[in-house]
């Protein structure tokens, strides 16, 4: 007679055992043989040598797919007990390649238009990419999604989020509190879709042991970043000398993407956008990918979309007036 005590404190205990421990049963169904008990985040075998190394090999293997996955269904979780061969599974449930990530409570994240389909596929090509377009096309979500599908999938040990931390119209002196207190309004969209991804105890795990760093652009200074998934968001208010100060952080086993939306430039007027710079001239570098997005992409509100379109063609109004108001200058220069 052989016990064996394994702890599920790497996983959703909820997740594994399922509702009314639906998948609790499926387990004691295929070990019939095992007098199996759970007790709070513990699972305790008793039984034949044999029986109880076959049980521990497949909670093994449920166990890794839900810190990969966060979800498991009820008939993933048979086919995993049930499969003889010990092959390796799959990262994502086999039925559905477009998902990127399982979240809390199941929650199913997926890469939804072509160009954040791409994303994934250019990113898992290349070790940099420079995902552009317009608000709303779900650049920083779909680049989250694939940092924590790397993290949970062991690909990487860390993940770094970092966006400038320019005003957008109002001034960070005026905001109330300490420095962070002041940084995180910025830093405020990727917390969100953190929070869509992983359950919020994991994270705060996470965030308290710097698994999961977030900081604003000119924190990442002087840093050589390796082993991780690092994404610069919001990259059009980085400049010239910020990209490259970024750029040059990238370490041997490291993966980059950078996003950014050429129309939303919050530079002050005196200054140039890096990002500008960047995409023309590292554009046939050998493992640096590029996406363009566009409306066709915008995954909020049906108006956005319209609304991108409405300010697209204002702005093609006010170059045409500018270069216009050129020529007639340049005319009367002449003269």
Do not use: C, W
């Amino acid at each position: 007679m052989t016990e064996a005590i394994i702890n599920l404190e790497t996983v959703n205990p909820i997740e594994f055992f399922g509702i009314n421990n639906n998948k609790f049963e499926i387990l004691k169904r295929k070990f019939p043989l095992l007098k199996i008990l759970s007790r709070g985040s513990q699972i305790k075998l008793s039984g034949q040598p044999d029986e109880v190394s076959a049980a521990q090999g497949k909670i093994g293997q449920v166990i890794s797919y839900l810190e990969r996955n966060g979800h498991l269904s009820e008939n993933y979780f048979s086919k995993i007990l049930g499969d003889e061969e010990g092959g390796e599974l799959a990262t994502e449930d086999p039925t559905n390649n477009d998902i990127l990530v399982f979240g809390p409570n199941g929650k199913v994240i997926k890469a939804k238009t072509a160009n954040q389909k791409l994303m994934a596929n250019v990113s898992e090509k290349n070790d940099v990419l420079f995902a552009i377009g317009p608000a709303g096309t779900g650049k920083t979500y779909t680049a989250v999604a694939l940092a924590v599908r790397a993290l949970k999938n062991k690909a990487v040990r860390k993940i770094i989020l970092t966006r400038p931390a320019v005003e957008a119209g109002e001034s960070l002196g005026f905001l109330p509190g300490d420095l962070k207190e002041k940084i995180d309004p910025y830093l405020r969209p990727l917390y969100d879709a953190l929070d869509d991804m992983i359950p919020s105890d994991k994270l705060n795990y996470y965030m308290a042991n710097r698994i999961i760093e977030i900081a604003p652009l000119a924190y990442m200074r002087g840093r050589t970043l390796d082993n991780a998934f690092i994404i610069l968001d919001e990259a059009q208010n980085a400049t010239d000398l910020q990209l490259k100060m970024f750029l040059t952080r990238i370490g041997p086993s490291a993966k980059a993407i950078i996003t950014g939306d050429l129309t939303q430039i919050d530079l002050p007027k005196n200054q140039k956008s890096g990002l500008i710079k960047a995409t023309k001239i590292l554009r046939n570098i050998e493992g640096i990918g590029y996406v363009q997005l566009d409306e066709a992409d915008v995954v909020r509100h049906r108006l956005v979309k319209h609304i991108i379109k409405a300010y697209d063609k204002d702005q093609e109004k006010d170059m045409e007036k500018e270069e216009k108001n050129k020529e007639e200058f340049s005319k009367l220069n002449k003269a």
